[in-house]
């Protein structure tokens, strides 16, 4: 299994993209390997840059390369990246999963019961249910940097769904993109397979750093994805000054696009605070009721400034068109039922209150642990965190390290644990805090 990009071929992106598919496919590129620079390639082969650009893009798309930023352009590898929920071992006691407690999700079958008995959708129709639009215009508008007078509303498959499709309606690959990081890991993912280069912009306590922001629009950044409460994974929420400054900062850059993933909304017990100020020309608000209403609700409202909204829409026509307006009728119904938005705001007390009392623990047994805001607890470690995830795992417990969430491959052994502890017992929740206090007392 080797590396041979001399034999690349082709006069065409298609007929480089596959040439380099068909490399790759016979094992003379093996996993990891990199691919000439662009202008090399273009000298080797006697064309336009942008060619070569074109090759990698699709490429990239199609997930059979990946690009590195300045490390360069490289072979994907088939090993299994971190995913969100993921978990690798049965056996062990799953502390890393960041998924909500089921008995904390609305129950369906009503909704589904009354969603059902209405009249089929038929092609042509609007793509957003009138009382769905109704429901999510009064969700939206309040938070919006135009107010309710001029809403754009787009629905997608998801948050993750939508932050791809933006992404893509902006970018071209090698475009720069201000990630956060430590960062989502569906957004390094995005930012993979896009062939785009994150740039990370650092989170304190207070979120998106504003001297990261603008290292990061210093370096090009054509668009930028925030999370304005309960930072995946740190449980980071912005402050009203840090998000004025950050506003402050993005003024001297109208058409960079901002996204702000506000995916916990509901649950949050943070105010929101928005990074858009009111003379921002391209902007999105992301917002969906995945966390609240179960995983399996794959639906997002995005508010958008009117030229995004009509690109997003564009990017929706060849493929989904429309999500589901089963799945809308549900959403509807369960959001404007009493019962089931006591148990949504019941669910966010109950996270919150859950993640602060684990930080307690582990604080009164000598390792200082802060409560941030969100379904997960970021949990700091004297040590470096990798051989006490290791520990743990032989006292059968299963943790997501820092360095998951990590943009830079290079970067510092991270020093951090992402744990989802409400659904822990009281045993449970005295095992492992004792395991983790001694699993970093052993790596010292």
């Not at 590396?3 to 480089?16: H, L, P, V």
């Not at 590195?68 to 995913?83: E, F, I, L, S």
């Not at 417990?397 to 969430?405: A, D, I, P, Q, S």
Request: contains cysteine; hydrophobic residues 40%; charged residues 20%.
């Amino acid at each position: 299994m080797g590396t041979d990009a001399a034999q690349i071929t082709g006069g065409t992106a298609a007929e480089i993209a596959e040439s380099i598919r068909g490399l790759v496919e016979r094992g003379r590129l093996a996993p990891g390997a990199a691919l000439p620079p662009v202008r090399a390639l273009a000298e080797q082969l006697g064309i336009n840059r942008n060619t070569a650009v074109a090759a990698y893009r699709d490429l990239a798309r199609s997930g059979v390369v990946v690009s590195q930023g300045r490390a360069g352009t490289r072979v994907a590898r088939r090993t299994r990246v971190p995913q969100e929920g993921y978990a690798p071992s049965g056996a062990l006691r799953d502390v890393g999963n960041g998924n909500p407690d089921p008995r904390l999700i609305p129950d369906l079958a009503p909704a589904l019961a009354t969603a059902a008995g209405r009249r089929p959708v038929l092609y042509g129709e609007p793509t957003i249910d009138r009382d769905l639009r109704a429901w999510a215009e009064g969700w939206m508008a309040p938070d919006l940097p135009t107010g309710p007078s001029d809403l754009h509303l787009t629905l997608t498959s998801g948050a993750v769904d939508a932050v791809e499709r933006l992404l893509a309606q902006a970018l071209l690959r090698d475009d720069v993109v201000a990630l956060e990081d430590p960062c989502f890991l569906a957004s390094i993912h995005l930012a993979q397979l896009g062939g785009y280069r994150a740039v990370p912009v650092p989170v304190d306590a207070e979120g998106m750093t504003v001297d990261g922001l603008r290292r990061a629009l210093a370096q090009g950044a054509r668009a930028v994805v925030s999370t304005p409460r309960a930072q995946n994974p740190t449980g980071a929420s912005l402050t009203a000054g840090r998000a004025e400054q950050l506003r402050a900062v993005l003024a001297d850059h109208p058409y960079v696009l901002v996204i702000q993933d506000d995916y916990y909304s509901y649950l949050s017990q943070q105010p929101f605070h928005s990074i858009i100020g009111p003379d921002h020309q391209r902007w999105a608000l992301v917002r969906s009721v995945s966390k609240f209403a179960g995983p399996d609700m794959c639906l997002a409202v995005t508010a958008c400034d009117e030229h995004t909204a009509s690109r997003l829409e564009m990017r929706l026509s060849p493929g989904t068109t429309w999500v589901s307006h089963l799945l809308q009728r549900i959403t509807h119904a369960v959001m404007t039922d009493g019962d089931s938005l006591e148990l949504i705001e019941h669910a966010g007390r109950y996270y919150a209150r859950r993640n602060t009392d684990f930080a307690a623990v582990l604080t009164e047994r000598g390792l200082p642990t802060v409560a941030g805001d969100g379904m997960s607890l970021w949990v700091e470690l004297p040590v470096p965190a990798a051989p006490v995830a290791e520990r743990l795992t032989r006292r059968g417990w299963l943790v997501r390290t820092g360095g998951e969430f990590s943009l830079e491959d290079d970067a510092a052994p991270s020093r951090h644990l992402r744990l989802t502890v409400h659904d822990l017992d009281e045993e449970e929740t005295d095992r492992l805090a004792t395991d983790i206090v001694e699993a970093a007392s052993a790596s010292a």
